[in-house]
Nanobody, 125 residues
Framework: QVQLVESGGGLVQAGGSLRLSCAASGRTMSNYVMGWFRQAPGKEREFVAAIHWSGGSTYYTNSVKGRFIISRDNAKNTVYLQMNSLKAEDTAVYYC??????????????????WGQGTQVTVSS
């Protein structure tokens, strides 16, 4: 089993920044893909960004490219999502997820095995 705990959400003005953290425990994460997803009220959960834990390759959805950066700290078993130039439409609950299926980075919710509890990000305009 993998446990994921997110932190770092909050209220920020448009144009501001936040850094989300996802602490992983329970297994060696070296073969996992770690993803960030978000879900706004009344909308489906959507892919934001992902990183392969061992190789460090990354993938972003178009709406956050150039504004968000995903990274990981192997020593701390933690994945980060640095969010810059935040917009009102970034408001959502953000979830960390882990995919252990030994494949390339996926953007599909159903292909992730483990999920955190979520952290609220609210951007005021």
């Amino acid at each position: 089993q993998v446990q994921l705990v997110e932190s770092g959400g909050g209220l920020v003005q448009a144009g501001g920044s936040l850094r989300l953290s996802c602490a992983a425990s329970g297994r060696t994460m070296s073969n996992y893909v770690m993803g960030w997803f978000r879900q706004a009220p009344g909308k489906e959960r959507e892919f934001v960004a992902a990183i392969h834990w061992s190789g460090g390759s990354t993938y972003y959805t178009n709406s956050v490219k150039g504004r968000f950066i995903i990274s990981r700290d192997n020593a701390k078993n933690t994945v980060y999502l640095q969010m810059n130039s935040l917009k009102a439409e970034d408001t959502a609950v953000y979830y960390c997820a882990a995919d252990g299926a030994l494949r390339g980075i996926s953007r599909w919710v159903d292909e992730y095995d483990y999920w955190g509890q979520g952290t609220q990000v609210t951007v005021s305009s």
